[in-house]
């Protein structure tokens, strides 16, 4: 018992010297709890929307601003045009047009009938649906709140129309996400473990005896897993475009020359977390909590990341994914250039250019 309580003894110290170890026992289940806690929610809040009023009338704006009043909706936009509509939808920030049609008030007195026409962007259709449900409610809670005065009853006709998935296929929002977790996960774990794998295995002496450079060690590690992760893609992409039928209404092109960025992006990190780490063991724990539960919860892929407290909505900024996944989705569902999504583009190569720079700089020259 003596030795079996010197060997418990020993292995606590083991534990609270390794700072690594610690951070992982105690805080990742504080991180998780707070993510579970706070991410996951249904609700919806400031979903961005425009409005076409072609009436201009004092129903119209009383109905607007009682949706705006909901705190479920944030106007971006007040339209002139139809033609505006498609526009405002690729650019991303809008979720939902509302449109009132020509003497919306004047109708609605005389004839007792309005209309109101509800467009969605349905390629994320649970916030697609919830926001056609808020808006059905807040139009007829405001009906009803007319016909209290009035003798004959009214009519507010609302029209939906769900815009790049009219069916509300979810396949429609989880193929992107798939993709996007996959391509991360995969590469990074790939090339998380290859300079900590020669650390263990003693091989590392070669490498550092070579007259290669820290650079060319690094992209020497990184060429073969893009040509690996890049064959991973082109799988999972022909996987949903024949089995669930997932569209790709934009440039093919583009669409795999924004993958392989980001599959170099993703295994810079890998790299990262590879020079940082010393074991194997270490490194796959790190790229696996590190980086699965950020990409599910914090991407915007299962949970619409307006809905979710500041503190995270400005976090999530640091996250690949969440760029990854509106490109995807952009040039999947909506079919649009690069003129729409440079910015997200130049935020995933810049991600790239530091993680490799730290990576270099991380990297020791020395045993």
Not at 11 to 21: C, G, L, P, S, V
Not at 63 to 77: D, M, P, V
Not at 84 to 103: H, M, P
Not at 316 to 323: G, K, L, M, T
Request: net charge positive.
């Amino acid at each position: 018992m003596k030795q079996f309580k010197g060997f418990v003894i020993k292995e606590f110290y083991h534990i609270f010297r390794d700072y690594r170890t610690m951070i992982i026992l105690f805080g990742m289940p504080l991180i998780q709890i707070l993510l579970f806690g706070f991410a996951i929610t249904n609700e919806i809040k400031d979903a961005g929307i425009a409005v076409l009023d072609n009436s201009k009338d004092h129903v119209t704006q009383q109905i607007t601003n009682k949706l705006l009043s909901s705190g479920y909706f944030k106007l971006e936009k007040n339209l002139t045009n139809y033609n505006e509509i498609e526009e405002s939808f690729r650019k991303g920030k809008i979720k939902e047009v509302i449109i009132f049609e020509n003497n919306f008030a004047q109708k609605l007195e005389k004839e007792k009938r309005a209309n109101v026409q509800i467009i969605a962007d349905a390629s994320d259709p649970n916030t697609a649906s919830l926001l056609n449900s808020y808006t059905e409610q807040i139009i007829n809670s405001y009906q009803l709140e007319l016909m209290k005065d009035k003798k004959l009853p009214m009519q507010i006709n609302a029209e939906i129309k769900m815009l790049y998935n009219e069916e509300l296929k979810g396949v429609f929002m989880f193929v992107p996400g798939t993709i996007t977790i996959l391509l991360m996960l995969i590469s990074a774990m790939m090339t998380s473990i290859s300079i900590t794998r020669e650390k263990e295995l003693g091989t590392m002496e070669i490498l550092l005896a070579s007259p290669l450079k820290p650079i060319q060690i690094i992209v020497g590690k990184v060429v073969p897993y893009v040509f690996i992760s890049f064959i991973i893609a082109l799988i999972v992409l022909v996987l949903g475009f024949t089995v669930f039928g997932m569209p790709v209404q934009g440039s093919l092109l583009l669409l795999l020359g924004e993958s392989l960025l980001f599959i170099i992006m993703s295994l810079s990190l890998g790299i990262l977390i590879s020079t940082v780490a010393k074991t194997q063991q270490v490194a796959m724990m790190m790229s696996m909590f590190a980086l699965m539960l950020p990409t599910i919860l914090l991407s915007g892929f299962i949970f619409p990341i307006e809905n979710m407290p500041l503190p995270l909505q400005i976090f999530s900024h640091i996250i690949p994914s969440r760029w990854f996944i509106i490109i995807i989705k952009a040039i999947m569902l909506k079919g649009v250039g690069l003129q729409y999504i440079w910015k997200e583009t130049g935020i995933i190569i810049l991600m790239t250019l530091v993680f490799i720079g730290l990576s270099i700089k991380k990297f020791k020259i020395r045993l």
